[in-house]
């Protein structure tokens, strides 16, 4: 009975900003969280992903794809049992759903068949 959900999603202009945030609604936590999106015709695709924050540094490895690289940042409040992604200098080519997800394998972070919670999606529009 473990549920996630996104929120944050919208229409902005490019270079513009939005922040995404995804919301874990019980006390389970995961070890990894992560980030997915899917344009209209294509596949999901690979995000960003978290680690679990350690309660000692309060640092998690943080892992993205190539196309977002600079631009994202994806970030985690193990408190609020919340994950982030900050979205900067936001491109056409980012309209998408974005899709939370969990998992406490980590065998591979980059594949959805490894995240066994998902979110059902929030719209991101970019417009020129």
């Known amino acids: 009975q473990v549920h996630v959900v996104e929120s944050g999603g919208g229409l902005v202009q490019a270079g513009e900003s939005l922040r995404l945030s995804c919301a874990v609604s019980?006390?389970?936590?995961?070890?990894?969280m992560g980030w997915f999106r899917q344009a209209p015709g294509k596949e999901r695709e690979f995000v960003a992903a978290?680690?679990?924050?350690?309660?000692?540094?309060?640092?998690?490895?943080?892992y993205y794809a190539d196309s977002v690289k600079g631009r994202f940042t994806i970030s985690r409040d193990n408190a609020k049992n919340t994950v982030y992604l900050q979205m900067n200098s936001l491109k056409l080519e980012d309209t998408a759903v974005y899709y939370c997800a969990a998992t406490n394998d980590g065998s591979n972070l980059f594949k959805v068949e490894n995240y066994s919670s998902w979110g059902q999606g929030t719209q991101v529009t970019v417009s020129a």
């Open positions: 978290i680690e679990l924050a350690s309660t000692i540094t309060n640092y998690a490895s943080s």
């Open positions: 019980t006390r389970a936590f995961f070890w990894y």
